[in-house]
T-cell receptor, first 109, second 112 residues
Framework: GQNIDQPTEMTATEGAIVQINCTYQ??????LFWYQQHAGEAPTFLSY????GLEEKGRFSSFLSRSKGYSYLLLKELQMKDSASYLC??????????FGDGTTLTVKP | DAGVTQSPTHLIKTRGQQVTLRCSPK?????VSWYQQALGQGPQFIFQ???????QRGNFPDRFSGHQFPNYSSELNVNALLLGDSALYLC???????????FGPGTRLTVT
């Protein structure tokens, strides 16, 4: 089965950088996804890592180490609108995805 | 280009009743996955449909069933509703080869 761990809550200041970690144990791996979910809304896709290393997309970057079962999402130049829940998800073979419970990020002025 | 759509937005049912939720995938997508999200938790995988067949299933009882139509749209059926079935039900579409999933706005189900 799959087991995904990420911190429950984090707080950061507007303009700062924050790193949200995710560790996973998996039987079958087909990529690591990060999603953003604002309260009362559906998750929206942020990033996808299938190979080790860093993927950068604007203010957001995501890192993966398959040997360590570890990923992080890096958010730079934080804005108030970045306050949301960030979900780490592992894709398994044949389509099943397992999500963590999310990290609620609060950005303060 | 229409994204993923779901209906209804909200639904209130009584214990023991049955419910059907509907989903239309993003244009060009052929695979639909259903998730249940309880408050404060991440989405839990229910099942995935591709080519009108259930391709993968999570740890949900047989009361949860689904269907995919030739136009790739999908339905989620839940029988004998329990209070614990109250949740946000999310539909996500993707391509069968994997990659990112696009989520619909969800259906908020309340069982009383």
């Amino acid at each position: 089965g799959q087991n995904i761990d990420q911190p429950t809550e984090m707080t950061a200041t507007e303009g700062a950088i924050v790193q949200i970690n995710c560790t996973y144990q998996t039987s079958g791996f087909n990529g690591l996804f990060w999603y953003q979910q604002h309260a009362g809304e559906a998750p929206t896709f942020l990033s996808y890592n299938v190979l080790d290393g860093l993927e950068e997309k604007g203010r957001f970057s995501s890192f993966l180490s398959r040997s360590k079962g570890y990923s992080y999402l890096l958010l730079k130049e934080l804005q108030m609108k970045d306050s949301a829940s960030y979900l780490c998800a592992v894709g398994a073979n044949a389509g099943k995805s397992t999500f963590g419970d999310g990290t609620t990020l609060t950005v303060k002025p | 280009d229409a994204g993923v759509t779901q209906s209804p937005t909200h639904l209130i049912k009584t214990r023991g009743q049955q419910v059907t939720l509907r989903c239309s995938p993003k244009s060009g997508h052929d695979t639909v996955s259903w998730y249940q999200q309880a408050l404060g938790q991440g989405p839990q995988f229910i099942f995935q449909y591709y080519e009108e067949e259930e391709r993968q299933r999570g740890n949900f009882p047989d009361r949860f069933s689904g269907h995919q139509f030739p136009n790739y749209s999908s339905e989620l059926n839940v029988n004998a509703l329990l209070l614990g079935d109250s949740a946000l039900y999310l539909c996500a579409s993707s391509l069968v080869g994997g990659g990112e999933q696009y989520f619909g706005p969800g259906t908020r189900l309340t069982v009383t």
